[in-house]
């Protein structure tokens, strides 16, 4: 059984820093791309970052670009979401999610080329 946890959410100003872990399980986590969305209340699930399965390509929406790092470490089996600058917009649960093909060359941006979600953790960022 595949299971993703996210952890490092939490209630921080405008301006301030946080940085979001998704441990991995029950997957060869190396081999696939990886990818964060996050839920505003009232909104559709959107998409934020997505790294791919070697850590060597990485692809961001436009609102986050310079603010929010996507990374990943393969012998920990964790990818990673550091977020700066935050701002009140950015306000949502955060998911990370598993591509659902294995040594994908091209990054998605859609939640159903996603397979695998974890639970989400709340970031709440105050003005």
């Known amino acids: 059984q595949v299971q993703l946890v996210e952890s490092g959410g939490g209630l921080v100003q405008a301006g301030d820093s946080l940085r979001l872990s998704c441990a991995v399980a029950?997957?060869?986590?190396?081999?696939?791309?990886m990818g964060w969305f996050r839920q505003a209340p009232g909104k559709e699930r959107q998409f934020v970052a997505a790294i791919s399965w070697r850590g060597d390509s990485t692809y961001y929406i436009d609102s986050v670009k310079g603010r929010f790092t996507i990374s990943r470490d393969n012998a920990k089996n964790t990818v990673y979401l550091q977020m700066n600058s935050l701002k009140p917009d950015d306000t949502a649960v955060y998911y990370c999610?598993?591509?659902?093909?294995?040594?994908?060359?091209?990054?998605?941006?859609?939640?159903?080329?996603?397979?695998?979600w974890g639970q989400g953790t709340q970031v709440t960022v105050s003005s």
């Open positions: 999610a598993a591509d659902r093909e294995p040594l994908r060359a091209r990054l998605q941006a859609v939640s159903y080329e996603y397979n695998y």
């Open positions: 029950g997957r060869t986590f190396r081999t696939y791309a």
